[in-house]
């Protein structure tokens, strides 16, 4: 599993016009889900990006987690982080989960973050997605579930 997490002060996502979510300051979660992804690299990654200390103290050094600024997350799936552009010109997703396993594994992902008491928004699975995002930093992180030590 990978998550590419960008701390925001607002972000949106629509799709066909509609929009599905909203959050005010937080983070914006891209999260890729590879084959062979289980509910432990959910797990790890959850716990991991509700304890990371990358928002700032009075003293503006990053020392509070998103758990106690109480900020919000959007999250928003995205098989294409497993996109291989190695060769040729036309990157190979084969590494992305099947969307029949995706899906269901990125809900079990959203509901462990909320289970940290975090407010989760969330796109639209499988569906062309419009991502609006304004960065907060900018700070950009990339949180890897097969790199965990």
């Known amino acids: 599993m990978l998550v ?3 701390r925001s002060k607002a972000a949106s996502v629509t799709v066909d016009g509609e929009l599905v979510g909203r959050i005010d300051s937080g983070l914006v979660l891209l999260v ?3 084959e062979g992804d289980t509910e432990h690299d959910a797990k790890y990654v959850a716990d991991k990006i509700a304890g990371l200390r990358i928002f700032e103290d009075e003293q503006g050094k990053m020392n509070h987690s998103i758990t106690e600024t109480g900020g919000q997350i959007l999250s928003v799936s995205q098989f294409t982080l497993y996109g291989d552009c190695s060769k040729g010109k036309r990157p190979n997703f084969m590494a992305a989960a099947r969307p029949e396993k995706a899906e269901p594994l990125y809900e079990t992902f959203n509901e462990l973050l909320r289970g940290h008491g975090l407010t989760v928004e ?3 699975f499988g569906a ?3 991502v609006a995002l304004v ?3 900018p700070v950009t992180l990339i ?3 097969k790199r965990k030590s």
């Open 4 to 6: 590419v997490l960008q």
């Open 32 to 34: 890729g889900i590879a």
């Open 122 to 124: 969330t796109g639209r």
């Open 128 to 130: 062309m997605m419009d």
């Open 135 to 137: 960065n907060d930093g």
């Open 143 to 145: 949180v890897e579930s």
